[in-house]
């Protein structure tokens, strides 16, 4: 007797186990650089991940004016990200540099 071996996508089909991808919006870039984020105001859809990038050659962070997120001072090349989970308007700074300021609308 023969034992067929079926792969994880036709074991799916022998059990009429039909998977729905799950989609995810795709990240959305925020560059900092010469003391300014860009872009300055972004919308993004609920589920969303930011990722915010230092490409200045002195230190930044981000920090949400509504305490909703936070990095740790990022030095040159530098990521960090944030998911938006809920709608709304979060306007972030740069806590070394608080004239650096700008917004993610969240829909």
């Known amino acids: 007797m023969r034992i067929s071996i079926c792969t994880g996508l036709f074991i799916a089909a022998c059990f009429g186990i039909v998977a729905a991808a799950q989609s995810r ?5 925020v560059k900092i650089d010469n ?9 993004v859809p609920i589920g ?7 490409r ?5 962070t981000v920090v949400s004016t509504e305490k909703v997120f936070k990095s740790k001072v990022l030095d040159s090349d530098e990521k960090y ?3 938006f989970t809920t709608a709304g308007t979060f306007t972030y700074f740069c806590s070394i540099h608080p004239k650096m300021t700008a917004k ?3 829909q």
């Open 25 to 29: 919006p795709v990240p959305a870039e």
């Open 35 to 43: 003391f300014s984020f860009a872009p300055p105001e972004l919308r």
């Open 48 to 54: 969303a991940t930011v990722i915010w990038t230092n």
């Open 56 to 60: 200045d050659d002195i230190p930044h």
């Open 81 to 83: 990200s944030f998911t």
């Open 104 to 106: 993610v609308i969240v």
